[in-house]
T-cell receptor
Framework: AQSVTQPDIHITVSEGASLELRCNYSYGATPYLFWYVQSPGQGLQLLLKYFSGDTLVQGIKGFEAEFKRSQSSFNLRKPSVHWSDAAEYFCAVGGIKAAGNKLTFGGGTRVLVKP | KAGVTQTPRYLIKTRGQQVTLSCSPISGHRSVSWYQQTPGQGLQFLFEYFSETQRNKGNFPGRFSGRQFSNSRSEMNVSTLELGDSALYLC???????????FGEGSRLTVL
């Protein structure tokens, strides 16, 4: 069965500092990987996705993520955090096309930004 | 282009009642998925519909059901509500089988 682990429940970072959110997945085949962000009271917004090819993917809002197959990881990074980046971030894994659009989400990491 | 629209946004029910939630996907999207989000269990997949057929189903009891109409709009129903059904129910639509889901703002259900 597929699973996603986000080891950090909360992260506090100062505005302007760099941010890295960890994500480890378990999946028996080549996964599709995603990062979503959720602001309070809102739905989820897709930040970036990895299907294949270049293991470093760029997303919206200045985020990037790197797929490392050997470590089963897909960590999210941002060089300089803005106060508006305070939100909850979810890593998700999906399967091959035959599996449809079912995603398995990690537990989420809540990011707090200090002024 | 309008996003995914969910109605109602908030509702309060009592135990034993039933509830129907509605989701209008992005125009042209034929896949609609439903997720339940709670503080304790996180985001859990309920089911997915594609062209009016249920394509995937999560591990929820039969009290949770859904359907999709010919215009791709979807509804989910929860019967005999329990306190533990209190949650944010998120609907997501997709253009094809890519996993790139576009989420609505959710329907927050409180069961008293």
């Amino acid at each position: 069965a597929q699973s996603v682990t986000q080891p950090d429940i909360h992260i506090t970072v100062s505005e302007g500092a760099s941010l890295e959110l960890r994500c480890n997945y378990s999946y028996g085949a080549t996964p599709y990987l995603f990062w979503y962000v959720q602001s309070p009271g809102q739905g989820l917004q897709l930040l970036l996705k990895y299907f294949s090819g270049d293991t470093l993917v760029q997303g919206i809002k200045g985020f990037e993520a790197e797929f490392k197959r050997s470590q089963s990881s897909f960590n999210l990074r941002k060089p300089s955090v803005h106060w508006s980046d305070a939100a909850e971030y979810f890593c998700a894994v999906g399967g091959i096309k035959a599996a449809g659009n079912k995603l398995t989400f990690g537990g989420g990491t809540r990011v707090l930004v200090k002024p | 282009k309008a996003g995914v629209t969910q109605t109602p946004r908030y509702l309060i029910k009592t135990r034993g009642q039933q509830v129907t939630l509605s989701c209008s996907p992005i125009s042209g999207h034929r896949s609609v998925s439903w997720y339940q989000q709670t503080p304790g269990q996180g985001l859990q997949f309920l089911f997915e519909y594609f062209s009016e057929t249920q394509r995937n189903k999560g591990n929820f009891p039969g009290r949770f059901s859904g359907r999709q109409f010919s215009n791709s709009r979807s509804e989910m129903n929860v019967s005999t509500l329990e306190l533990g059904d209190s949650a944010l129910y998120l609907c997501a639509s997709s253009l094809e089988i890519t996993g790139e889901l576009f989420f609505g703002e959710g329907s927050r259900l409180t069961v008293l």
